[in-house]
């Protein structure tokens, strides 16, 4: 009888590759936590979640602080570029409420200086911008025409100064503004916004011109441009510092 071991130690030519069959793979199936097993956890982690705070101010991620909010009114005659000064700056989609123009404005609102203007502000003009890391400046354009000057008393209300925009082509158009925050004790600046095609004067021809006191800042600037519209706002929130330091 032919042996069965002689049978299974057979000779394999040196070519022939031996594949080892696989080991059986045994499946380990967790236990599962009894209820009322003190070692179960219940709140099982759920893996990496993704950053929705990208790009975040640090003191929106500092839940033990609040922004320092401060509130700025822009002010001026009609058509002396209120609103592109609130539109350029802001970090967020402004609140403008322009309305169209119509003849039932033409013997009060006069465009001779602004033939192309046709719209104007009824309410307000509001945007946001953050200066720093926690003081977010809120920036409030009022309507220039005298019809709206009601609305003047709640909308400085709170403010921590004024930013006069003046225009040297008809600069008597801001006299209203000045007397408005002199009178009610109000911080503000005086910007004199340039527009192309008019002559440049020097800060202390404006100054004169408009008899405004020597403390009180006077600054050329562009309300098309928002690094100009930036350093008009510094310059405000510094005088503002300077003059009610508490």
Known sequence: MDSVVSDATAVVPADTAVVPEPAAVTATVPAQPRAGDPLADPDPDPGPVADSEEGAQDWQLDHSRAPIATKIVVAGGFGVGKTTFVRA?????????????????????????????LTTTVAMDFGRITLDNDLVLYVFGTPGQQRFWFMWDDLVRGAIGAIVLADTRRLTDCFPALDYFESCGLPYIVAVNHFEGTERFEVEDVREALTVPPHVPVVIMDARKRYSVVETLLAMVAHALEATPE
């Open 89 to 117: 700056v802001s970090e967020i989609t402004p609140l403008q409420t322009e309305a169209l123009m119509t003849r039932a404005s033409e013997d009060t609102d006069d465009l001779t200086a602004t033939p192309d203007k």
